[in-house]
């Protein structure tokens, strides 16, 4: 069963992604903010794929995915970044730490996982 780690400091958010993607048959683990998704990637450097939002306190998700690139065994672990962000410096930004995908927020679950299973397929 592939492990995804969900990182994003909406309650909701996270509720809504972990049973789309459990309903899809992935395992799920939480994180409430990037400080605290970097310490889940360093507990689980099995996780298959890391989904994140952007704008989060303590350590933003771009932030964030430049530090679990320094983590060896995540170094080539894609990211699926799911945000309110449409800026194209963004997008830039993340595409430069190794993110895959952009998924705008309000999102459509059943796309979110095709999307998921896009990219680990891939």
């Known amino acids: 069963m592939k492990k995804i780690l969900i990182v ?3 309650d909701a958010v996270r509720g809504q992604v972990k049973a789309a993607l459990e309903g899809a048959g ?4 939480e994180a409430v903010d990037g400080l605290d998704g970097l310490a889940k990637a360093n ?3 099995d996780v298959n794929l890391i989904i994140s939002d952007v704008n989060m306190p303590r350590m933003d998700g771009l932030t964030m995915c430049g ?3 320094e983590i060896a065994e995540l170094k080539q672990t894609p990211i699926f970044m799911l945000t309110t ?3 194209a410096g963004m997008k830039d930004k993340g595409k430069a730490f190794g993110v895959r995908a952009w998924m705008v927020k309000p999102f459509n679950a059943e796309k979110m996982v ?3 299973k896009k990219i680990l397929e891939g």
Request: proline share 0%; glycine share 6%.
């Open 8 to 10: 994003d400091d909406s």
């Open 26 to 29: 992935f395992q799920v683990v």
């Open 43 to 45: 507990e689980n450097k």
């Open 67 to 69: 530090r679990v690139r």
């Open 85 to 87: 962000e449409t800026d």
């Open 114 to 116: 095709m999307g998921v």
